[in-house]
């Protein structure tokens, strides 16, 4: 549905996008995800038509975006950050002029009342754009998007500015239309991608550094490798000796526990099961586990670790790079 290859993109010497690859299938809800400057507006204006990148290929439904640049955007409907509407228009004028803009050809009337409908905004289709609370002026960004029924939906950053019960409404929306369309959410809001994506990309400093399903990105921070152990023993000595252990990348006293045992957090390092050693160890010492828990971790850390470990290899010395973390 929408495939971007090599993408580089340049603002005099400054690199924006650093060879960006990914595809979007039909029917995903991806969140493009990365702090602010990361290259994420950059990419969605490159995507759109709005921006050319300086090499590269982006396509969508087939359609490359440069080439045929007027079909490609019939197939994509944009909510940009700063929603591009009219204040002094009223909410039912407004989309009839984007209809005609876009040179729709779906029963006119039939069509924007389903729009409002869905973006319930219905109620408010006689008042002025600029009279609107910004959640309902966000709501008819989104209603523009709609019209044309495109089967690509793109939204950048948009609940920002948002209250807390309109940044719900809005992701619960932004919900539904992904069962019949494929959107790009671009965001920096975690919480925002949990909730609502089947997919996450993560972008730092222009370049892609993370591409997994929501529920497995856990898992490219490492996450499956803490956990909370309670021993029975003495708590500096089991200290020292988990430090000790080989696999382990950190071992830390939670300061928890009880008549069973000291509680600690303990870390292994990347594609080391250090369950069995740590058995092994702790029966040498006659310390018995009493519990072990393996520990997960929250979109904001995984997002955390990712970007950490991205930082770290990109200033480690050249000889140290792709070698053990």
Not at 44 to 60: K, Q
Not at 176 to 196: A, C, P
Not at 312 to 317: D, L, Q, V
């Amino acid at each position: 549905m929408i495939e971007v290859k090599n993408v580089f993109k340049y603002y005099g010497n400054v690199m924006a996008l650093d060879d960006v690859s990914f595809t979007v299938n039909e029917g995903e809800v991806v969140g493009f995800l990365g702090p602010n400057g990361a290259g994420k507006s950059t990419m969605m204006n490159i995507i759109t038509g709005y921006l050319s990148s300086t090499s590269g290929d982006a396509s969508v439904c087939g359609i490359d975006v440069l080439e045929n640049p007027d079909e490609a955007k019939k197939k994509i409907g944009f909510l940009p950050e700063q929603p591009p509407l009219y204040r002094e228009m009223k909410v039912s004028e407004y989309l009839n002029f984007v209809y005609d803009l876009k040179k729709c050809t779906l029963n006119r009337k039939a069509h924007v009342d389903e729009i409002m409908a869905v973006t319930k905004i219905a109620n408010v289709r006689d008042r002025l754009i600029g009279n609107l609370s910004k959640g309902y002026r966000q709501r008819v960004g989104i209603a523009q998007a709609l019209v044309g029924n495109p089967p690509v939906m793109i939204f950048d950053e948009p609940t920002v500015g948002l209250d807390p019960k309109q940044i719900i409404e809005i992701r619960n929306l932004i919900r539904n239309l992904g069962k019949n369309h494929t959107v790009i959410l671009s965001t920096h809001i975690l919480s925002e991608v949990q909730s609502v994506c089947d997919r996450i990309l993560i972008i730092n400093e222009g370049r892609l550094i993370a591409d997994e399903k929501t529920e497995n990105i856990a898992r490219v921070a490492g996450s499956d490798r803490r956990y909370t152990v309670k021993i029975a023993g003495p708590r500096r000595d089991i200290l020292r000796e988990l430090r000790a252990l080989s696999g382990v990348r950190s071992a830390e006293d939670t300061g928890d526990g009880d008549a069973d045992g000291a509680a600690f957090d303990v870390e292994a390092e990347r594609g080391i099961d250090i369950r069995k050693s740590l058995f092994n160890m702790l029966a040498s010492k006659g310390w018995p586990i009493m519990e072990l828990i393996p520990r997960g971790m929250s979109l904001e850390d995984v997002f955390v670790r990712i970007m950490d470990e991205d930082e770290r290899r990109r200033t480690a010395p050249e000889g140290r790079r792709g070698g053990k973390e």
